[in-house]
Nanobody
């Protein structure tokens, strides 16, 4: 079994930066991919970025060039460096892990608030 623990959310002004961390513990060898999703009030949860075991990374168009993933399932820690933050980035950010077998795993979420 795998547990995900997020940290690093907070309050920042437009143009500022934050770094989110997701620490994975337990049977991390069972993970195919790990990444970040976010959910803003009244909106559906959406993929922000993820990395597949082996290194292939993908980003939502809305964050390309501003957000950077580092780490991964094979390193048991995933970081999301968020630069040039905008008010529309305000959301609860969730760490997500895809297993080779079984359902997706989710962290508890961390709030990111960007003021205009």
């Amino acid at each position: 079994q795998v547990q995900l623990m997020e940290s690093g959310g907070g309050f920042v002004q437009t143009g500022g930066s934050l770094r989110l961390s997701c620490a994975a513990s337990g049977a991390t060898f069972s993970l195919r991919a790990i990444g970040w999703y976010r959910q803003a009030p009244g909106k559906q949860r959406e993929l922000v970025a993820k990395v597949i075991r082996g290194g292939e990374r993908s980003y939502a168009d809305s964050v390309k060039g501003r957000f950077t993933l580092s780490g991964g399932a094979d390193q048991n820690t995933l970081y999301l460096q968020m630069n040039s933050l905008k008010p529309e980035d305000t959301a609860v950010y969730y760490c997500n892990a895809e297993q080779y077998m079984g359902s997706d795993l989710w962290g508890q979420g961390t709030q990111v608030t960007v003021s205009s």
